[in-house]
């Protein structure tokens, strides 16, 4: 399965890591990052989440993020893994796992590529609340 | 308009033509809804750049011109992201894209 990856179902986060962890035997660090819908926004209730993308666009900003990651820090492997569509309260909704000999490389590298997703990835978010759904404009 | 000879088998040149000539700007997220569009085609029988396109848009959705104005929207041709001077041809995608809010 491709180490990265935008998918309508749920991931397994131990399925993640044993993926990224079988890229090499000198791995002495995993560093994971795992996104999830949490239930206010800005002061409001949320009941629910929906996540569009663009597809194939999405798909290779995410490859770009992980060949710089590997480029940039000093780690062995790492996978992106972004949900679409429906995401209920609780539920997960994008995964970042960054595997390096120490602990500090995956550590800045899972960082930097969060923060990246973030900024470069043409991702966008509906948040359902009481007053109905609303598209959130900007990442805070 | 492009002819490509497509067999001689009957001993006559066969011809077709393409009749592309069109450029496809796809809409999301929020934009979608204030184009009351997925997406629209234009005609480009000659390259355009970015910036002519926006204004093309802004005449044809109105509701759009706030955001094209504030520079919030990126564009994106062939799912690249692309400038203001970047030339949009026969047969490109181009993307509207809102500020991005994955993670």
Same mark, same amino acid.
């Given at each position: 399965m491709d180490l990265v990856r935008i998918q309508k179902d749920g991931f397994s986060m131990e399925e993640e890591v044993a993926r990224v962890k079988a890229a090499g035997r000198g791995i002495g660090a995993v560093v994971a990052f795992l996104g999830t819908a949490r239930d206010f926004s800005k002061g409001e209730s949320i009941t629910g989440l929906d996540?569009? &993308?663009?597809?194939?666009?999405?798909? @290779?900003?995410? %490859? +770009?993020?992980?060949?710089? @990651?590997? *480029?940039?820090?000093?780690?062995?492997?790492?996978?992106?893994?972004h949900r679409?569509? %429906?995401?209920?309260?609780? @539920?997960?909704?994008?995964?970042?796992?960054?595997?390096?000999? &120490? %602990?500090? +490389?995956?550590?800045?590298?899972?960082?930097? @590529?969060?923060?990246?997703? *973030? %900024?470069?990835?043409?991702?966008? *978010?509906r948040e359902t609340t009481a007053k109905g759904d609303v598209w959130v404009s900007e990442t805070p | 308009m492009s002819k490509i000879p497509r067999s001689l088998a009957s001993g006559e040149l066969q011809v077709i033509y393409h009749f592309q000539n069109m450029i496809?700007?796809?809409?999301?997220?929020?934009?979608?809804?204030?184009a009351g569009a997925e997406e629209k085609t234009y005609p480009a029988e000659?390259?355009?750049?970015?910036?002519?396109?926006?204004?093309?848009?802004?005449?044809?959705?109105?509701?759009?011109?706030?955001?094209?104005?504030?520079?919030?929207?990126l564009i994106s041709v062939n799912q690249e992201f692309a400038g203001k001077q970047t030339l949009i041809k026969d047969g490109d995608e181009v993307g509207l894209l809102p500020p991005f809010s994955g993670g």
């Open positions: 996540f569009e &993308h663009y597809p194939g666009m999405a798909e @290779a900003r995410l %490859r +770009d993020i992980r060949e710089r @990651a590997l *480029k940039n820090f000093d780690i062995i492997e790492m996978s992106i893994v679409t569509g %429906r995401i209920e309260i609780g @539920a997960d909704i994008v995964l970042i796992v960054a595997a390096s000999a &120490h %602990r500090n +490389d995956a550590f800045m590298a899972c960082e930097w @590529a969060i923060t990246e997703l *973030k %900024r470069t990835t043409p991702i966008w *978010k | 496809t700007v796809r809409f999301f997220a929020m934009l979608k809804g204030l000659t390259p355009i750049t970015v910036g002519e396109l926006k204004e093309l848009l802004k005449r044809d959705f109105p509701a759009l011109r706030p955001v094209i104005d504030s520079r919030s929207v």
